[in-house]
């Protein structure tokens, strides 16, 4: 790609400029042009000449002027580009900052995590050294010492990976199916009318059913996001697109079928406790008495 200078020709104009000034000088006969005067000029001899170099001169203005306008032209888009490459940097200026704040979060997520899962295991073992102290002071420790080192470690370690686990997970219930579906997105637009924008990864689970529309289990960060999401879902109800939307914990075999029997015994006392209302919290039906 040719240079500025190339494209410009500046070397030929500038030789041209210089040529022309000292023939000139030379031709009126004097030392510089400073010493030219409009009566020098009319003393040259020979009006040709003088007319060749009255287009000689017109041709290098002309040349000068294009090359003043191209050098204008030129300076300009270095200018958009100047801009141009100032916005860019703006740009990712923010994006830096923006990925900045989102590691910081990130690592106070790890961090509570991290003192959720200690906390836990705390608890466990406090509970396994209790039921250590009851086996002395019971005098059974020779029949069970086997027992608690390996079965009840064992199932301690179990039931805290199977809380951890569960503890990070939701469940959406009436998000419609459909054919090649982009499950994640439709979860991600769910928890954004919410507020929420977290990482997520999520699955259909149970048979395929044209009837029926599965449910829909959704892992996240950590339990702490979990339970600020469980906080606000109420407010799902409210939305037009996801009002029959609703979401819940993950829980386990025996909690699904505790719940199922609240549900039902729930329903029947429905049919029964017309001017209340009734609900599930805390494991258990819970009643009000409705608003006349």
Known sequence: MPTVAERFNFEKVESDGQNFLLDTVKLCKVNCVQELTPE??????NKGDLNVKFLQAMQLIERQHNMIINQRVHMSQHQSRMIELQDQVISLQERLLTANEGLSKARKVSEDFKTEIVNTFQKEVSSVKQSFSDVVKSGSLKTSA??????????????????????????????????????????????????????????????????????????????????????????LSGTEKFKRVFLAPDRTAEERAHRKELVLELKRRAEVEKDKKLFIRGGKICSLERQK
């Open 40 to 45: 020098i000029v009319n003393k040259i001899g």
């Open 146 to 235: 086997a027992t608690i080192s390996t079965e009840s470690i064992k199932s301690v370690a179990k039931q805290i990976a199977l809380e951890e686990e569960l503890g990070r997970n939701i469940m959406v219930f009436g998000l419609c199916e459909e054919q090649n579906e982009d499950i994640c997105t439709k979860v991600s637009d769910v928890l954004e009318s919410l507020g929420e924008k977290p990482r997520v990864e999520a699955c259909r689970i149970g048979k395929k059913s044209p009837s029926a529309t599965r449910p829909v289990k959704v892992s996240l960060s950590s339990s702490s996001i979990v339970q600020q999401i469980l906080k606000s879902s109420s407010k």
